[in-house]
């Protein structure tokens, strides 16, 4: 198993839609997990942290399954500012903070 | 809001060049990082830096990149001798502690040619 697997898509999905992503890690003893958003040719950004089973910030919903070592974003009432590569970001277990990120799920919001 | 800044935000270099891409980390994170991300493909680790030193390196950072804190604000990623595959978007980033979010500079996009 890669360290972090997504599905590239692309997504491409109507305005209002709901959609989700996937994400698998490979490592088990992994305890914090991050959704970061890119639009083309910019930096990450952290749209979600995740520590526990789950968080939720008003339309965007991550999950966390540990047993399955699986992680999902979910987008509710989609707007086309949505539109942007969304990045799985698992930091390794070793004490230095490197991140590991997944090749990301190209999201294409349309109206 | 506080940012991390870079510059250049572009550069152009011959191969076997030397380049340096400086960072502002805001102001009181205490951990630095440098990522890269060829075109196309994912981001990448290259190195972490706490306390002037190198915490960890990626099989990326080998002996051609170089890391430093000059002074109070700068964080500066040296590559000494640049090839082709060199040419990414380099990214710094830092954080407060080390568990805690890390921010990402709008990054500096190097073409080596």
């Known amino acids: 198993r890669k360290e972090v697997e997504q599905d590239p898509g692309p997504f491409n999905v109507p305005e209002g839609a709901t959609v989700a992503f996937n994400c698998t890690y490979s490592n088990s003893a992994s305890q914090s997990f991050f959704w970061y958003r890119q639009d083309c040719r910019k930096e990450p950004k952290l749209l979600m942290s995740v520590y526990s089973s789950g968080n939720e910030d008003g339309r965007f919903t991550a999950q966390l399954n540990r047993a399955s070592q699986y992680i999902s974003l979910l987008i509710r009432d989609s707007k086309l500012s949505d539109s942007a590569t969304y990045l799985c970001?698992?930091?390794?277990?070793?004490?230095?903070?490197?991140?590991?990120f997944g090749q990301g799920t190209t999201l294409q919001v349309k109206p | 809001e506080p940012e991390v800044t870079q510059t250049p935000s572009h550069q152009v270099t011959q191969m076997g060049q030397e380049v340096i891409l400086r960072c502002v980390p805001i102001?009181?994170?205490?951990?630095f990082y440098w990522y890269r991300q060829i075109l196309g493909q994912k981001v990448e680790f290259l190195v972490s830096f706490y306390n002037n030193e190198i915490s960890e390196k990626s099989e990326i950072f080998d002996d051609q990149f170089s890391v430093e804190r000059p002074d109070g604000s700068n964080f500066t990623l040296k590559i000494r001798s640049t090839k082709l595959e060199d040419s990414a978007m380099y990214f710094c980033?830092?954080?407060?502690?080390?568990?805690?979010?890390?921010?990402f500079g709008p990054g500096t996009r190097l073409l080596v040619l």
């Open positions: 980033a830092s954080s407060r502690e080390i568990q805690e979010t890390q921010y």
């Open positions: 970001v698992v930091p390794t277990s070793g004490n230095t903070g490197k991140l590991i």
């Open positions: 102001s009181n994170h205490l951990y």
